[in-house]
């Protein structure tokens, strides 16, 4: 009787979607089906139906032999989602998921405008749409100081035309016009110029003038009662506060939205709008504001970018010019030295695998451990030069007489069992099998008949059975393996032998992931019995330095002294950790980095060199890179960039996004006219003017105490776990000085030890030391013990001026975080506030200075005490007063610093 079955059919994939024909959407799809037919489904968004009764829908259904799907006939800008299946005769698969798409939206064409008198002009347009909802028009008016855009009606569907009535002579407009569906739009446009009519013009007399232009275009020039009162204008939008004659059409909604001007002696100054009206008794004040763009909403993500770039990046919101000056920068200063046990392994970013930090170096560990037959426990070393046996020696083990040998060994660092490799030298003489266990358990068997075989050459050999990998119930993680080679006649059922001899060469444990076997040398060197290729005891390893500098870097330089430049050492530096700069062989590196950034990776690679003999391994097997690549120092320099970073998403009016970076970086902005407005960013003294005007006041203070000599920099504490320490009736020393009073923990692998003085230990936590108090105490003079403590983070610098002299600076920082950091911050406050602090203030008359306050001045009638630079300034309609200074006093820089690592936590 026929036996009957279906077979599977596969699913179709999510399909793509495509509207680049109007009234068309193309689902394509991977084939997947050699048999049946393909069924798609489209529909209007927010249906409950995938049938006809929902608004929309089609159904198209193709043979197997297509990828795609073509639906037709579709409304312009509507939000359709399509799903497909597959299909036979017998079964169907399932339906994709829903993928929406909205269908391609014309754009109105042929879009005219055309001034028909100084007051009129006729837009025109051609309809491509054929389902649109209707059509808005807007009007863009162009002024020397920027645009304004206002709608001027919206539509019915299928119009063409529209004429505009509202303009004013001698403008220039832009009309767009919108098409729009509730799921779509597209625009057109066309410009005009109404013709001109007679139109006073600014007087260019002495005062004050102000214009008042409705949205209509009508204008006013009132009577001004009173000089105009001009508030602050750095840091914010600029106003003006003028009264004119008392008039309450001043009220009338037809004066809102209307622009504002405002001359002094014939100069513009950056007013734009008509903020407010106040009438009085005997006075209408009007109140102008500049800079209206300024208020529009800005949204941006910034990603580790200095202030001033995303400053850039928010004016660019707006048509006004813009200025932003750079900030202040310096090439290769000196960020760090590296060069003890503590500060290399504080700063690196992770010592676990074949990665060491002792005795004030770094150095890799060792990622291979080789054994030579003359170290395994126990067997018959015979000697012969025949074959190809490493210093002509090899361990016999006897197969027929079932023998068996070992040997211990101490794994360099903690690892996934998975990722080591255990192979061995092997000549196979014998009949039989050779089991390899580890702690007992069996890793794997070889197997050989060949017990007359006189060819006693050796060969590596994997411990492990083809396709099979060490697991964690075979090595551990960490500590001592023992690994035994024994003889055997039965394995997992097999009976063969035993007769003859297998003859051991060494034996390897390594790391896969630095080490390949298959690269592994069988062949001696010309001038002595070693091997004259891998394995390697040492392979190169690469070592992450963090740096934070204090201000954020566009360059990096690492010098790395390395003890050798051979086998793949390098040097590398990077902005990001990703993407390095890397000079090999060498002991130094630089580059300017794309873009500033508030911290980057110093790298330096080392691996082994060859040896000279001298340690059983280099006598006996290999001279192969036995001996480490060490790095005693590392130093870091960078080129700094004196901004803080920006990582957020701002979503803000522009203004209040411009002065909340501006205050970040201690920026000033101002708005300013000159044949336009601009806006101009900048720190406080770094714009010089020519202008010399009359001091109505000034004071200088010289405070010579305020420099700092000496530095001592608190940051956070560290918790340190597994010191070891051999113990002592004399002092320890630790490897971390500054230790918090109570929080050291001694311990061995059974006990924990107590503290204090009638306890196991004492602990002078200041200088970093412990000692035995006597010999009463349960620890054993002579012994390692574990301890775990927390430090303080400590950095000192002192100058070279007045150092004997003067009490040393103590500080908190607690944003500081590693050894290195706290070292720089103190050579920082040091360095930058050397020399006296100097204030001054200065008042001026405003006449003299006029309206851009971002511009320094040469006060030349105040004392000659050094490069004075605004640090503030206060105005008045009358007067503006500085606050100058030179150098600057601990507490400033403390705070910069704080502000400074502050802006970096928030970027990581």
């Given at each position: 009787m026929p036996i009957q079955a279906t077979t599977t059919l596969p699913d179709v994939p999510q399909p793509a979607l495509d509207n680049g024909i109007e009234d068309e959407v193309t689902a394509s799809y991977s084939d997947i089906s050699n048999y049946g037919s393909y069924r798609g489904q489209i529909r209007e968004t927010e249906q409950s139906s995938w049938d006809s009764s929902a608004v929309g829908f089609d159904e198209v259904v193709v043979d197997q032999t297509n990828s795609s799907i073509t639906f037709g006939g579709l409304e312009d800008g509507e939000a359709y989602e399509v799903r497909i299946r597959s299909e036979t005769e017998h079964v169907t698969g399932a339906w994709t998921s829903p993928v929406a798409i909205t269908t391609t939206f014309p754009t109105p064409t042929d879009v005219s405008a055309a001034a028909d008198s100084a007051t009129q002009v006729t837009v025109s347009w051609t309809d491509q749409a054929d389902n649109e909802d209707g059509f808005e028009i807007l009007r863009t008016r162009s002024f020397a100081d920027g645009t304004r855009t206002r709608s001027l009606a919206t539509l019915g569907a299928n119009t063409e035309s529209y004429t505009d009535t509202t303009a004013q002579p001698s403008a220039d407009y832009e009309y767009t016009v919108r098409a729009f569906t509730e799921d779509a739009e597209a625009v057109g446009s066309d410009t005009a110029t109404t013709p001109s009519v007679a139109k006073q013009t600014p007087t260019d007399s002495a005062g004050w003038t102000v214009e008042v232009e409705r949205a209509d275009g009508t204008t006013r020039r009132p009577s001004i009662l009173d000089d105009p009162s001009i508030r602050p204008?750095?840091?914010?939008?600029?106003?003006?506060?003028?009264?004119?004659?008392?008039?309450?059409?001043?009220?009338?909604?037809?004066?809102?939205?209307?622009?504002?001007?405002?001359?002094?002696?014939?100069?513009?100054?950056?007013?734009?709008?008509?903020?407010?009206?106040?009438?009085?008794?005997?006075?209408?004040?009007?109140?102008?504001?500049?800079?209206?763009?300024?208020?529009?909403?800005?949204?941006?993500?910034?990603?580790?970018?200095?202030?001033?770039?995303?400053?850039?990046?928010?004016?660019?919101?707006?048509?006004?010019?813009?200025?932003?000056?750079?900030?202040?920068?310096?090439?290769?200063?000196?960020?760090?030295?590296?060069?003890?046990?503590?500060?290399?392994?504080?700063?690196?970013?992770s010592l676990s695998g074949p990665r060491a930090v002792d005795n004030g170096q770094a150095r890799p560990k060792q990622s291979a451990v080789i054994v030579p037959p003359g170290d395994i426990s126990s067997g018959k070393l015979v000697t012969d030069t025949r074959w190809n046996w490493t210093a002509s020696e090899a361990l016999e083990l006897d197969?027929?007489?079932?023998?068996?040998?070992?040997?211990?060994?101490?794994?360099?660092?903690?690892?996934?069992?998975?990722?080591?490799?255990?192979?061995?030298?092997i000549a196979d003489n014998y009949e039989g099998f050779i089991e390899v266990r580890v702690d007992g358990a069996l890793l794997g068997a070889d197997s050989a008949f060949n017990p007359d075989e006189t060819d006693k050459s050796v060969e590596w050999q994997s411990a492990l059975n083809p396709g099979t990998s060490i697991t964690d119930d075979k090595i551990p993680v960490s500590g001592t393996v023992d690994i035994t080679f024994t003889a055997a006649s039965d394995t997992g059922g097999n009976d063969i032998g035993p007769a003859g001899e297998a003859f051991i060469d060494s034996v390897v444990l390594f790391d896969k992931r630095e080490q390949d076997p298959s690269n592994f040398s069988n062949t001696l060197r010309s001038d002595i019995a070693l091997l004259d290729g891998p394995p390697a005891l040492f392979t190169p390893t690469d070592f992450d330095f963090d740096a934070v500098p204090i201000r954020r870097a566009t360059g990096g330089r690492v010098e790395a002294p390395v003890s050798s430049t051979a086998n793949g050492q390098a040097v590398a530096v990077s902005p990001d950790g990703e993407t390095f700069v890397t000079a090999t062989n060498a002991t130094s590196v630089e580059d300017d980095f794309a873009s500033s950034t508030g911290q980057f990776v110093a790298r330096t690679t080392l691996g082994g060199i060859d040896g000279d003999g001298g340690s059983n391994v280099e006598d006996t097997v290999t001279r192969y890179r036995t001996q480490p690549q060490t790095l005693d120092s590392l130093t870091i320099k960078y080129d700094s960039i004196d901004s803080p970073g920006v990582s957020e998403t701002v979503d803000a009016t522009v203004v209040d996004a411009l002065s909340k970076y501006a205050d970040r970086a201690n920026l000033i902005w101002e708005l300013q006219y000159d044949d336009g407005f601009e806006v101009v960013v900048t720190r406080p003294g770094q714009r010089s003017s020519a202008a010399d005007p009359d001091l109505v006041d000034w004071r200088v203070d010289k405070d010579i105490e305020a420099e700092a000599t000496k530095a001592v920099v608190h940051g956070q504490s560290k918790q340190i776990e597994e010191e070891q320490f051999v113990a002592d009736l004399n002092d320890v020393q630790l490897d971390n000085d500054d230790i918090l009073k109570g929080s050291t923990r001694v311990y061995d692998s059974t006990t924990e030890y107590g503290r204090g003085p009638d306890a196991d230990y004492v602990i002078n936590e200041t200088l970093g030391t412990i000692q035995m108090p006597d010999l009463d105490s349960n620890l054993v003079e002579g012994n390692t013990y574990n301890i775990d403590y927390e430090a303080e983070v400590v950095g000192d610098f002192t100058g070279d001026r007045h150092a004997d002299v003067r009490q040393p600076e103590i500080v908190d920082i607690p944003q500081i975080i590693s050894q290195p950091q706290a070292d720089q911050a103190a050579l920082y406050i040091v360095d930058q506030s050397q020399g006296p602090v100097v204030s001054a203030q200065a008042t001026l008359s405003r006449q003299d200075i006029g309206y851009r306050l971002t511009e320094s001045l040469d006060l030349s009638a105040l004392p000659d005490v050094g490069d004075l630079r605004v640090r503030s300034i206060a105005e008045s309609p009358r007067e503006v007063v500085l606050e100058l200074g030179l150098g600057q006093s601990v507490g400033d820089v403390v705070n910069d610093i704080r502000s400074s690592l502050s802006d970096t936590a928030r970027q990581t």
């Open positions: 204008t750095l840091n914010g939008r600029p106003e003006v506060e003028v009264a004119v004659r008392p008039d309450d059409s001043w009220l009338s909604t037809e004066w809102e939205d209307s622009a504002m001007r405002v001359w002094r002696d014939g100069q513009r100054i950056p007013i734009d709008t008509l903020a407010q009206v106040s009438p009085e008794p005997d006075r209408t004040v009007l109140v102008g504001r500049g800079g209206d763009e300024l208020q529009q909403r800005v949204q941006q993500d910034f990603d580790d970018v200095t202030a001033e770039t995303a400053i850039e990046s928010i004016l660019d919101e707006v048509s006004y010019d813009s200025t932003v000056d750079p900030a202040p920068t310096a090439d290769n200063e000196l960020l760090t030295t590296l060069d003890s046990t503590e500060e290399l392994g504080s700063a690196a970013q197969v027929a007489a079932l023998e068996s040998t070992g040997v211990s060994i101490d794994l360099p660092y903690a690892l996934d069992a998975s990722d080591w490799g255990l192979y061995y030298r």
